[in-house]
């Protein structure tokens, strides 16, 4: 089983529209996880952290389920410039720095 | 510039040479990473350095690859004898503090090995 999956997509939506990305990761001992936006040809940037409560940042909403390992990311209201690549990011085990990265989610908002 | 800056951003080599990658990271970052990143892949982790101090190469695909920061800030990314199924992306990234989440990319080195 991979560390860390994520459909690839991609998720084609109307401008306006909710969607919503899951994200399973493998290591139960994982402490801390982040989603991650990357632009086409660009590199990847911190979009928001994930935290045990769930956490909600304007449009976008992260919420972390621990007994099913899995971790997800809501937008709201799709805009034009939310096409981009979503990764999931689980931590290592709480003694280290070490952070997987997962394939990626691929989001299309059309007008 | 304030950011991380890899160099250089292209390299094109021959097979069996050898190449280094640079990666100059944020000033004052403790952390340095890592990464590879195929085309319609995530990145995929190498290694990464607290300080000086390398704490996890459990990434390096092969004892070809090898890493080093010897004074704490500026890394190399070495590739002994290359191979076509090393050409990708090589990024680098760091970060303020250790364990934590928010690493800072540069925009990587694209590597293409003929």
């Known amino acids: 089983r991979k560390e860390v999956e994520q459909d690839p997509g991609p998720f084609n939506v109307p401008e306006g529209a909710t969607v919503a990305f899951n994200c399973t990761y493998s290591?139960?001992?994982?402490?801390?996880f982040f989603w991650y936006r990357q632009d086409c040809r660009k590199e990847p940037k911190l979009l928001m952290s994930?935290?045990?409560s769930g956490n909600e940042d304007g449009r976008f909403t992260a919420q972390l389920n621990r007994a099913s390992q899995y971790i997800s990311l809501l937008i709201r209201d799709s805009k034009l410039s939310d096409s981009a690549t979503y990764l999931c990011?689980?931590?290592?085990?709480?003694?280290?720095?070490?952070?997987?990265f997962g394939q990626g989610t691929t989001l299309q908002v059309k007008p | 510039g304030a950011g991380v800056s890899q160099s250089p951003r292209y390299k094109v080599t021959k097979r069996g040479q050898d190449v280094a990658l640079r990666c100059d990271p944020i000033?004052?970052?403790?952390?340095l990473y890592w990464y590879r990143q195929a085309l319609g892949q995530g990145p995929e982790f190498l290694t990464y350095?607290?300080?000086?101090?390398?704490?996890?190469k459990s990434g390096l695909p092969n004892d070809r690859f090898s890493a080093e920061r010897p004074e704490g800030s500026i890394s190399t990314l070495t590739i002994q004898r290359t191979e076509q199924r090393d050409s990708a992306m090589y990024r680098c990234?760091?970060?303020?503090?250790?364990?934590?989440?928010?690493?800072?990319f540069g925009e990587g080195s694209r590597l293409t090995v003929l």
């Open positions: 350095f607290n300080y000086e101090a390398q704490q996890d």
């Open positions: 990011v689980p931590s290592g085990s709480s003694n280290t720095g070490k952070l997987i």
């Open positions: 290591n139960s001992a994982s402490q801390s």
């Open positions: 000033s004052g970052h403790v952390s």
């Open positions: 990234a760091s970060s303020l503090k250790t364990q934590t989440g928010e690493l800072f």
């Open positions: 994930v935290y045990s």
